[in-house]
């Protein structure tokens, strides 16, 4: 790795009305604490010179109600440094009340040394013309919208962070202090991004992806009476025969029939849609539940504990053991 530069690094961390306040604050104190580790130190680093700055200076009112002191825009052409994008509930209303600032942002762009995107900051850095093709991460629950937005962007729903060149994004809220922390490791290095990880209290590399954390977004319902009605048998039953075999001769449909019906009207075929209710099916009992990993993979249609780690390393990133040490609901559950 290439040794940090010494000297100051300008950090501009953009702030709107509405914005989502952890967004700028959670990567503002990650960068704060790699100054103080990189002082004790003595080390020869750069330093991050942190500004809050926005279209409108005062106090600017995030999207929860707190406010946050926030300093005029600086000249755009002059700026350099790290430019910090965060996101907002008002990001992706149409038309957009933050032209001033997108305008601001076109010219910046081109000035900076380095792009930071927090969630849906990526509408907002995207408007501004500053991801052209980019490979992009933004939240779990706007990844699609943000794909149909900008079709040029490569938008990758799982991604906790992502680095593109200069270009580096993150999915929602505190993934912005993943985002902030890949960044100290590469301008520091491990050591001192590795202490402020232990000193804030979070992993330097979360495992697994996203979609651990997310809902399930269940896809639209079919058309057609009798696709519909397999989705409702998958839906009812989990652990049931779900073979398209089985469930075309239950609907009175061919298998290659309803498979390629299930498709066009639902949009994955009947094998992905039945692991992903399965799966959360899997997610439910780990959350609620005390059961042993045979007892849920059997109750929820995997048959086996190993199908169930497998398809949970490949759809979530996690295994069914840590998943569970992170989401099980510590209260008991009403019945």
Not at 211 to 225: D, G, I, K, L, Y
Not at 254 to 272: C, D, I, K, N, Y
Not at 284 to 305: E, P, S
């Amino acid at each position: 790795m290439t040794p940090p530069a010494a000297g100051t690094h300008d950090v501009w961390l953009l702030t709107y009305p509405g914005v989502q306040p952890l967004d700028v604050v959670g990567p503002h104190e990650v960068f704060a604490a790699a100054n103080l580790s990189a002082d004790a130190r003595k080390s020869c680093g750069r330093r991050y010179q942190l500004h809050l700055v926005g279209a409108e200076s005062g106090p600017v009112r995030g999207e929860s109600g707190l406010a946050l002191h926030v300093d005029p825009l600086p000249a755009p052409e002059m700026l350099g440094g790290t430019m910090l994008v965060p996101g907002g509930f008002t990001v992706r209303t149409t038309p957009s009340p933050h032209d001033e600032l997108i305008a601001w942002m076109q010219v910046a762009g081109a000035s900076v040394d380095r792009l930071m995107t927090v969630c849906t900051g990526a509408f907002l850095a995207a408007s501004a013309g500053l991801l052209s093709n980019s490979n992009v991460a933004t939240h779990w629950a706007y990844s699609d919208e943000l794909a149909t937005a900008f079709p040029g962007l490569q938008v990758d729903r799982d991604a906790i962070w992502i680095r593109d060149g200069d270009v580096w994004s993150s999915a929602g809220v505190t993934a912005g202090m993943d985002l902030a922390l890949a960044i100290v490791e590469n301008d520091h290095g491990s050591e001192i991004a590795q202490e402020v990880a232990r000193w804030l209290v979070v992993f330097l590399r979360r495992p697994g992806g996203q979609s651990q954390f997310a809902a399930p977004v269940w896809s639209r319902a079919a058309e057609t009476p009798t696709v519909r009605r397999a989705q409702d048998l998958i839906h009812t039953d989990p652990a049931a025969d779900l073979s398209v075999e089985h469930l075309a001769l239950t609907v009175g449909m061919s298998a290659r029939h309803l498979t390629r019906r299930f498709q066009a009207e639902v949009g994955e075929t009947p094998a992905r849609y039945i692991e992903t209710v399965r799966l959360e099916a899997a997610r439910q009992q780990l959350q609620t539940t005390d059961a042993g990993m045979t007892a849920v993979a059997r109750h929820c249609g995997f048959g086996t504990a190993e199908t169930l780690r497998r398809s949970f390393q490949r759809r979530l990133g996690v295994s069914p053991d840590d998943y569970r040490k992170r989401f099980k609901n510590p209260l008991p559950v009403d019945s």
